[in-house]
């Protein structure tokens, strides 16, 4: 049988409530044409993002009711930190609220007082917003070393995550005092959720001990990670999925996580520290903001389910499904003309905004009509990744299309698919958008737009 289907039935439903053309168009206006402003009862398929979006399992739910919530040493982060250092094998493990908590306490430690200076800058194969807001707060710089064609959105590779080992290498030779850390996310969210290889892992740890320098990951999603090495990298595709997550953690001195991604939870991180005095400075930051260290500003309950999440999320079944989920989506749009970042990545789909809308100059903000467009004609909430979120420093105009896991099943996603091409047909009427309110930093979350008829 070459058919994948989704490896769990469905014990437990929540409605998603149609609405009508001319409803959504009174939605979007009402909302100043921003989806982040619109009541999430008025969308029909939110796929926004897919951080803390999953659906818990019934053995999550039972963990939930099984939480001991004794402000230290419960029980459930014992089995919380079990699975985590089994997984891992790091020792040393913080449970943090999410994954920019986790960010915060590291970046406050390597970047913050004592060590701040604008000289400073920590590389990564590319940062996310959080991380790079978090370094930058400190007067670091945040730069991103992609290979070339992790930066073509068209160019087939299978690792597009990769760091350019020979960009660190020549920034190690100059300004090695400088760099704190060098930072790779798996897998790497902004440039489409894109792999980083076991191969190139391994020489980011050879140039990080050449000169002395600290290798972090930002592990959101290390599972779907270990599943594209598996399936992508010649020699690993006999591999537990198991035995690939912790060579990939063996090669890092620490990483953060946001659990929301792949520990299937709604809420949780993890920050993990292979240096004891490094740890125990993170510990007393834990305790300042964010609780004691066998809690870190969760209930017992969330460890509970984060404890169980990371299990199921390591279960080749789930990964399969998962990824080639994805994939189909993917397949479908190209087979349908609509240009997207290649090959589909294991979270999201991006959609070229400036292929789909090439009347709409990048001042107009082509991904914010198509998001809009996408909402008016089906319902479907998508997250602009463009001129809007990133001004001018935007170097491509997309739309992603964020996955939750285990929510939507595949006649959910056939309708997503089917909106899309739809609004392919007269994407090239659509109108323009120009910025009408607009806050001073963070704009995509609460400016007001209007369409320039
Ligand atoms: N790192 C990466 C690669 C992320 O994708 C995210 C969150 C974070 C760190 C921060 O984690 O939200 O738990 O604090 N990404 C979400 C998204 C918000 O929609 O891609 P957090």
Redesign the pocket.
């Known amino acids: 049988m070459k058919t994948i289907i989704e490896p769990f039935r469905i014990k437990s439903v929540e409605p998603i409530r149609m609405t009508t053309r001319e409803e959504r168009c009174l939605y979007l206006k009402e909302a100043g044409y921003n989806l982040f402003k619109i009541p999430s009862e008025r969308v029909l398929i939110d796929l926004?993002?897919?951080?803390?979006t999953g659906a818990m399992s019934s053995l999550q739910w039972a963990g939930i009711m099984r939480g001991d919530e004794s402000y230290a040493g419960a029980p459930s982060f014992f089995r919380f930190l079990h699975v985590v250092q089994e997984m891992t094998g790091i020792e040393h493990v913080l449970p943090t609220h999410?994954?920019?908590?986790?960010?915060r306490i590291l970046f406050e430690l390597l970047c913050g007082p004592g060590h701040e200076g604008e000289g400073r800058i920590v590389p990564n194969n590319a940062h996310?917003?959080?991380?790079r807001a978090n370094i930058e707060h400190h007067g670091t710089k945040a730069i991103d070393l992609l290979t070339p064609e992790g930066e073509s959105p068209s160019t087939l590779a299978p690792f597009k995550g990769n760091m350019d080992v020979g960009k660190l290498e020549a920034l190690l030779a100059e300004r090695a005092d400088d760099v704190p850390v060098v930072m790779v996310?798996i897998?790497?969210?902004?440039n489409g959720g894109q792999p980083v290889s076991l191969e190139n892992l391994r020489a980011v740890r050879a140039v990080c001990d050449k000169y002395g320098k600290l290798m972090f990951l930002?592990a959101?999603?290390f599972a779907e990670n270990a599943w594209f090495i598996k399936q992508r990298e010649p020699g690993h595709e006999k591999r537990d999925v198991r035995d690939i997550v912790r060579e990939t953690f063996d090669l890092c001195d620490g990483a953060?996580v946001?659990?929301?991604?792949d520990g299937i939870v709604n809420i949780?991180?993890i920050l993990l520290i292979r240096d004891e005095a490094l740890f125990e400075q993170a510990s007393n930051l834990l305790i300042l903001t964010e609780g004691y260290i066998t809690y870190g500003g969760l209930a017992g309950r969330d460890l509970e389910a984060m404890a169980q999440g990371f299990t199921e999320v390591l279960e080749e079944d789930y990964l399969r499904y998962r990824i080639r989920s994805t994939e189909y989506v993917g397949e479908r749009l190209l087979a349908g003309g609509v240009s997207i970042v290649q090959p589909p990545g294991g979270?999201?789909i991006y959609i070229d905004a400036e292929a789909l809308c090439p009347q709409i100059p990048k001042h107009e903000f082509p991904g914010q009509a198509a998001t809009c467009a996408f909402y008016e004609h089906g319902g479907i909430r998508s997250?602009e990744i463009g001129s809007v979120m990133m001004g001018d420093a935007a170097r491509m105009e997309l739309i992603?299309l964020?996955i939750p896991r285990r929510v939507y099943t595949q006649s959910h996603m056939d309708y997503v698919i089917e909106t899309i091409l739809e609004v392919k047909e007269y994407a090239d009427t659509l109108p323009g958008y120009r910025i009408v309110e607009e806050p001073a930093a963070l704009r995509h979350f609460t400016a007001a737009f209007e369409p320039i008829r």
Do not use: I, M, P, Y
């Open positions: 926004l993002t897919d951080s803390g999410q994954g920019r908590a986790s960010e996310f917003d959080t991380t996310t897998t790497s969210n902004s930002d959101c999603r953060t946001s659990a929301k991604k949780g991180g979270h999201a997250c992603r964020a």
